[in-house]
């Protein structure tokens, strides 16, 4: 999908001041990334596929009663970010926490936030320093292994936690490094953004076997 058919795919199912508040959030991407190492150079021209969809297309697969989102390595927001600004209006009970250590990146996303106008909890911390967390969706992208993804996760799940992570072709491979029970309980969702990714969603894993 091109980012002009991800951006019409975004507007037609957002209300028109969310739709802005994710235009104000590519402005200041663009302004920002002048300076900080936001997201990867040669992906900017398509912001609207590369990196907005591919972050909203997770929010539908939450949990529709969940109250806690967790995500993990935000970096320029996403998808945490995103998924907050979407929030806003469709789930205001949605609490929100962005966790990324890198100070420069935790900027950004609090200004981006509050010039959106979007609550959202950011911890400029790393993730093995932060406390349990009790999320009810835990999501990252572009951050690490799933089998690290996974131990992460794990300290701030709950017996019905969601998680929810994007990945590319070599997702199977990844996968194959679980154990059987987590493999058993994975669901592999087909990308809108790439034929060959998926958004791998796991809930009812019973976190004290090893992965």
Not at 114 to 124: C, G, N, S
Not at 139 to 147: I, W
């Amino acid at each position: 999908m091109n980012a002009d058919h991800a951006k019409a795919w975004i507007a037609a199912r957002v209300s028109r001041e969310t739709m802005e508040r994710l235009e104000l959030f590519l402005t200041l991407l663009h302004h920002w990334q002048k300076t900080i190492n936001l997201v990867a150079p040669s992906t900017l021209d398509a912001a609207w596929s590369r990196h907005f969809l591919d972050s909203a297309q997770i929010y539908d697969l939450a949990p529709q009663d969940a109250t806690r989102w967790l995500d993990l390595g935000s970096g320029g927001g996403f998808p945490g970010l995103v998924v907050a600004t979407l929030a806003r209006e469709t789930r205001p009970d949605l609490s929100v926490t962005l966790v990324e250590s890198d100070i420069r990146k935790c900027g950004f996303m609090r200004e981006a936030a509050r010039k959106m106008d979007v609550p959202v909890k950011i911890l400029t911390r790393r993730i093995a320093d932060i406390p349990p967390q009790a999320a009810d969706v835990i999501s990252a992208r572009a951050l690490s292994s799933l089998s690290n993804l996974i131990d992460h996760a794990k300290p701030h799940m709950t017996q019905n936690t969601c998680l929810l992570f994007p990945k590319g072709s070599s997702y199977k491979a990844e996968l194959e490094t679980l154990s059987d029970d987590w493999q058993i309980k994975g669901e592999t969702i087909a990308s809108l953004t790439d034929p060959d990714a998926v958004v791998l969603r796991f809930q009812g894993v019973n976190t004290r076997k090893e992965c």
